[in-house]
């Protein structure tokens, strides 16, 4: 049974750091790719980070790069994503889910990914 469970989120302020947590279980998660989304009240999902379970390639949206950085642990079977110089539009509700496909290359495409963390809130205010 695959399971997620998801941590790091709260608030911090403009520029500040926090760590996202997504462990899961269920399955050896070296040989999936696991995607990390985010959404605002009144706002579609949008994909955040990828890291692949084909390759171990990473891929970031254009809002992000050069601030996230995706990492996993594949002892832990725990994917986490670093965000740094957060900025308010950062706001949003983060989850991360997984592709059910052995070796499956990143989507951009949430409905790609068949399972999901409960999300983690994450509110860049001054």
């Known amino acids: 049974q695959v399971q997620l469970v998801e941590s790091g989120g709260g608030l911090v302020q403009p520029g500040g750091s926090l760590r996202l947590s997504c462990a899961a279980s269920?399955?050896?998660?070296?040989?999936?790719?696991i995607g990390w989304f985010r959404q605002a009240p009144g706002k579609e999902r949008e994909g955040v980070s990828c890291?692949?379970?084909?390759?171990?390639?990473?891929y970031y949206a254009d809002s992000v790069k050069g601030r996230f950085t995706i990492s996993r642990d594949n002892v832990k079977d725990t994917v986490y994503l670093r965000l740094n110089s957060l900025k308010p539009e950062d706001t949003a509700v983060y989850y991360c889910?997984?592709?059910?496909?052995?070796?499956?290359?990143?989507?951009?495409?949430?409905?790609?990914?068949?399972?999901w963390g409960q999300g983690t809130q994450v509110t860049v205010s001054s």
């Open positions: 890291i692949s379970g084909n390759d171990g390639s990473t």
């Open positions: 889910a997984i592709r059910d496909l052995y070796e499956g290359v990143c989507s951009s495409d949430f409905y790609e990914y068949n399972y």
């Open positions: 269920g399955l050896i998660l070296d040989y999936y790719s």
